[in-house]
């Protein structure tokens, strides 16, 4: 049974009543630190709780393993998202999280576990927004699950030479299927989060996100950094 002591991680509770919780999945060479600033630019005053994936690479933090660059090991995303899964059920007792609003924020290899456990475990996370995303299962079909009304934001750089915008588009398609509320946001970029789209979350957040309760400040007007590189 996995508990919180199981990931190394950071857990910063609200600062007002109501505020929604972002589970904050960082990328590739990151940390649990890394998206800190990105989840208050999103949602000010949320609670965070930010975890830290328990791969390594070369000495980078990961999420899951993967066989060369852009292939992933599927059964081990699997696996990982059961773990995360676990570890999200463990944190939500252990802080009184309210499951109905916490929402998955992820950037790259963290989008990536984001939309994997969304897929495979969708009854721990209420809605999600994944920057630089990719379907984590690739050619394997999801099994059918039930994401009706669920909320998610998907962006993707339409020159984003790590992660192609048709993983994205598949992503973006499984999700529908399943009857998730998908908003799929393309930009001009790359592997990135610019402020326009950073921006256009904040607004997702505040006006169709599972809370619509972070936005009773003015929204973010530069991107938080999200670093982190390959999926």
Do not use: C
């Amino acid at each position: 049974m996995t508990t919180t002591s199981d990931f190394h991680h950071v857990y910063l509770p609200a600062e007002k009543p109501g505020r929604p919780t972002l589970l904050l999945l960082h990328g590739t060479g990151a940390d649990e630190h890394d998206l800190i600033a990105l989840g208050r630019a999103l949602a000010p005053g949320a609670a965070l709780l930010s975890p830290r994936g328990k791969v390594r690479e070369h000495g980078a933090n990961r999420w899951f393993r993967r066989l060369r660059e852009g292939v992933f090991d599927v059964d081990d995303v699997v696996a990982r998202s059961g773990e995360l899964a676990g570890f999200v059920s463990a944190a939500v007792g252990e802080y009184g999280i309210e499951p109905q609003d916490l929402i998955a924020v992820g950037f790259s290899n963290g989008a990536n576990i984001g939309a994997a456990t969304l897929l495979l475990h969708p009854e721990v996370l209420a809605g999600a927004a994944l920057f630089a995303v990719a379907a984590p299962l690739q050619d394997r079909e999801p099994e059918e699950a039930d994401l009706s009304g669920k909320p998610v934001f998907l962006s993707t750089g339409r020159v984003d030479p790590i992660t192609p915008i048709d993983q994205a588009q598949l992503l973006d398609r499984q999700l529908r299927e399943r009857g998730a509320d998908v908003t799929l946001h393309e930009h001009s970029g790359g592997h990135e989060l610019p402020p326009p789209v950073l921006a256009a979350a904040h607004g997702w957040l505040v006006g169709s996100g599972p809370t619509g309760s972070p936005a009773h400040r003015p929204g973010p007007g530069s991107a938080a950094g999200a670093e982190g590189g390959t999926g």
